[in-house]
């Protein structure tokens, strides 16, 4: 993983000009992201080497004029309510271990 930084990537699915499939699409495909998680309907936290300001200006050819939020975040300042699958993700990362990536597993709280 070396030291790229975590972001949240957050979708408006309530606009209609948004292409979400076309954004995952990207995301899950794309050498741009190290690793990806997505355990919460159009939300994403991602491992890369990108500024928010990239990840945002190639994340606009699907997101056209939807609302789009990019954030950096402290995966090791987290809590809340989460899938156990989930939060075994955020703390190998937030530990520094190998990427990987998971989608939706049990219910849990971290």
Do not use: C, Q
């Amino acid at each position: 993983m070396g030291n790229d930084p975590a972001f949240l990537i957050a979708f408006d699915l309530r606009d209609r000009t948004l292409d979400y499939d076309a954004a995952v699409k990207y995301i899950l495909d794309s050498d741009d992201f190290e690793a990806w998680w997505n355990h919460m309907p159009g939300v994403f936290l991602v491992i890369t080497r990108l500024r928010p300001d990239e990840i945002s200006d190639r994340l606009r050819a699907f997101t056209k004029e939807s609302n789009l939020l990019v954030v950096r975040v402290d995966l090791e300042d987290s809590e809340g309510r989460l899938s156990r699958r989930a939060w075994n993700w955020i703390n190998k990362r937030a530990a520094g271990r190998e990427s990987a990536s998971l989608v939706a597993g049990d219910t849990g709280r971290h």
